[in-house]
């Protein structure tokens, strides 16, 4: 666990400052409550840093990422591409963290 953290923080990095700076706030947030909650911290990190990890994608990757990793794509998210960042972020997360 402790190494796809590592490498999870190491593609964080290349993400723009913004997004950088959210992803650590909803960590922050998320480990609040899973103290609270009782809640495998690890789990709850993995989650919380990775969850937009492609929300900086333009749509057209977003597509382009979820043909070719055989993602379900429903007409909605044709439509609205940007629905697609949380499924192609897990798919990062499982490709690039082995999480």
Same mark, same amino acid.
Do not use: F, N, Y
């Given at each position: 666990?402790?190494?796809?953290?590592?490498?999870?923080?190491?593609?964080?990095?290349?993400?723009?400052?913004? !997004?950088?700076?959210? %992803?650590? /706030?909803?960590? &922050?947030s998320?480990?609040? #409550? =899973?103290?609270?909650?009782?809640?495998? +911290? $690890?789990?709850?990190?993995?989650?919380? !840093?990775?969850h937009? %990890?492609? /929300?900086?994608? &333009?749509?057209?990757?977003? #597509? =382009?990422?979820?043909?070719?990793?055989? +993602? $379900?794509?429903?007409?909605?998210?044709?439509?609205?591409?940007? %629905?697609?960042?949380?499924?192609?972020?897990?798919?990062?997360?499982?490709?690039?963290?082995?999480?």
């Open positions: 666990m402790e190494r796809s953290l590592r490498q999870l923080r190491e593609l964080i990095k290349t993400l723009p400052q913004g !997004l950088q700076e959210h %992803l650590e /706030r909803v960590r &922050s998320a480990v609040e #409550l =899973a103290a609270v909650h009782k809640v495998p +911290l $690890d789990t709850v990190e993995l989650a919380a !840093l990775g937009d %990890l492609a /929300r900086a994608c &333009s749509w057209e990757k977003l #597509l =382009a990422r979820a043909q070719e990793w055989c +993602l $379900d794509v429903r007409p909605i998210e044709r439509q609205i591409p940007l %629905l697609l960042h949380g499924p192609v972020s897990a798919e990062i997360m499982r490709r690039q963290c082995g999480i």
